[in-house]
């Protein structure tokens, strides 16, 4: 494998929506093999669609998306979602407990691993026995996080995930971004938050309106953006 290669190449990819409208129209670029990768972007502008090709939720009416070189039209989706974990802006956490959450991505989990989970993730160890479906939205996202890398992933995908959490939990969780990256797991962040994909990005890809933003039109969003702070 060669580590300088793109982590997921992008070329000519389309994804419908609804009313004749698309939600990514010809796509093309590259998102590189380390670091944190923010896409930030307008509601609507795609961000959120074309992170749910990377890990082949949804797949393009025409275009190819490639994971290290490999078309993800040909790979095992279920290998593949286990090397790219994703983690929604809605917490999803399972039924049963907090343990029983995270051993669904990884059986051979020890207790001591899980509790190693929780505390990176900010959690302490006893939410292994609380149940995952009364816990708060915050508390819900971060056991989220903790399943995610369970399953020790190549890649987190994170979709807004700090949109239902409180300014502590937020600046916690990109905290962790940062250290996976540091630790070689790239991260792929979605956010409408330009303050935060300042803070977070090593590389900054802008999504307007269905496509990745060439220089000068990415240029002229974050002026824009800025100016509306």
């Known amino acids: 494998m060669d580590d300088a290669a793109p982590l997921f190449t992008f070329t000519g990819v389309s994804v419908p929506g609804i009313d004749g409208r698309w939600r990514l129209s010809d796509v093309h670029g590259t998102i590189p093999a380390a670091g944190v990768t923010v896409l930030v972007g307008r509601s609507g502008s795609g961000k959120s669609t074309l992170l749910r090709c990377c890990n082949r939720l949804d797949a393009p009416a025409a275009g190819v998306v ?11 989706v279920l290998a593949h979602r286990r090397r790219v974990a994703m983690v929604f802006q809605r917490p999803t956490p399972f039924p049963g407990t907090g343990w029983e959450n995270l051993t669904t991505a990884e059986p051979d989990l020890d207790h001591a691993e899980g509790r190693d989970l929780l505390t990176r993730v900010g959690l302490a160890p006893d939410f292994l026995d609380r149940n995952a479906t009364e816990l708060s939205g915050g508390e819900a996202q971060r056991l989220c996080l903790a399943r995610s890398l369970a399953a020790r992933p190549e890649v987190v995908l994170l979709d807004e995930v700090t949109s239902s959490v409180d300014p502590a939990a937020r600046r916690s969780i990109e905290a962790l971004a940062r250290s996976l990256a540091d630790e070689g797991i790239a991260v792929v962040w979605v956010t409408h938050d330009l303050g935060q994909a300042r803070r977070l990005a090593d590389t900054l890809l802008v999504m307007v309106d ?5 220089p000068g039109e990415a240029e002229a969003f974050i002026a824009e953006d800025a100016d509306d702070q």
């Open 66 to 76: 490639e994971f290290r070189g490999h078309d993800l039209a040909t790979v095992d």
């Open 210 to 214: 269905g496509h990745l933003a060439e």
